[in-house]
């Protein structure tokens, strides 16, 4: 009966280091998502003012066309750590 509880109790203890290793996992992908949305937020303050500044200019329409990229990029990444944090909840 002994030996039976010794399993039971090694396979908890190790679940509950399996639930601990996800839990900081979510909080890591957790922390590169607001990482991601701070910078994300500076890089588009940087083009407002570049914008702003050279509007008049023939670098308009191509600043427009680099938004628009990175726009693009920040929406597939952005997508990949939110999935990346689902498969971790519902692992």
């Known amino acids: ?6 399993e039971i109790n090694k396979i908890i203890t190790a679940k509950h ?3 601990d ?5 979510k909080q890591e992908v957790k922390a590169l998502i607001d990482e991601s949305d701070a910078l994300n937020h500076s890089i588009e303050q940087l083009y407002q ?3 702003e500044r050279y509007y008049s200019s023939n670098m308009a329409s191509r600043m427009e066309q680099l938004r628009d990229e990175f726009h693009f990029a920040k929406r597939r990444s952005t997508e990949a750590l939110y999935e990346q ?3 971790i909840q519902h692992g």
């Open 85 to 87: 944090q689902q498969q």
């Open 49 to 51: 003012h570049l914008s």
């Open 17 to 19: 280091k399996q639930m």
């Open 1 to 6: 009966m002994s030996n039976k509880l010794d």
């Open 21 to 25: 290793d996800l839990y900081d996992e």
